[in-house]
């Protein structure tokens, strides 16, 4: 075979493979751990109706694999979530919740996107069965670890104890007073 020819083979392979290894290092850096709520949160809120969106409280919400969430600090908050997608950017940084408080008298409903892989913000809106109360509510959530499943009897007993408690219902996990 001619120099040239080798010559020219030779390179065309060093390009390939300098090709092959930018492919491949893109690719990796492009898959990043997806946007997902699995794991310990805390919620910073304010209300939509405040001067300046005044920060006025914080909870904190586990959400588990199987598409619950719990309170660790508000007993007996809890509820369903799912995310649409789950793509590291774009569609599918959704995630939507839904849950109960109060002996399931309370009614929550989360509307959030992710801004990067440890923070979600959202609408935040909350009401009780009665309508006596109502609130619209811009929440911040900031991921802080991992969470594991409660024990379902431990999941059990705190909802039969909120059901009985009935001073829960007067009061609410905004801790607003409204």
């Avoid at 805390?42 to 969106?53: E, L, P, Q, R, T």
């Avoid at 959030?112 to 959202?122: N, S």
Wanted: hydrophobic share 40%; aromatic share 10%; with cysteine.
């Amino acid at each position: 075979m001619p120099k040239s020819k080798s010559s020219a083979i030779a390179k065309l392979a060093g390009i390939c493979a300098g090709a092959s290894m930018i492919a491949l290092a893109g690719s990796a850096s492009a898959q990043i751990a997806p946007n997902n709520p699995v794991g310990l949160w805390v919620i910073n809120w304010s209300f939509d109706d405040s001067a300046g969106m005044t920060p006025v409280g914080t909870q904190t919400v586990c959400f588990l694999a199987n598409g619950t969430w719990y309170s660790t600090s508000y007993p007996g908050w809890h509820g369903l979530w799912f995310q649409k997608g789950n793509n590291a950017a774009g569609n599918g940084d959704h995630v939507s919740m839904n849950g109960n408080y109060a002996a399931n008298v309370g009614n929550d409903v989360f509307q959030l996107d992710f801004v990067h892989v440890d923070l979600m913000t959202g609408p935040w809106t909350e009401w009780r069965d009665n309508f006596v109360s109502h609130y619209w509510v811009r929440s911040a959530f900031t991921r802080k670890g991992k969470c594991t499943m409660r024990p379902l009897e431990e999941e059990k007993a705190i909802m039969e104890k909120a059901a009985q408690d009935r001073s829960l219902e007067k009061s609410d996990p905004l801790g607003s007073g409204r």
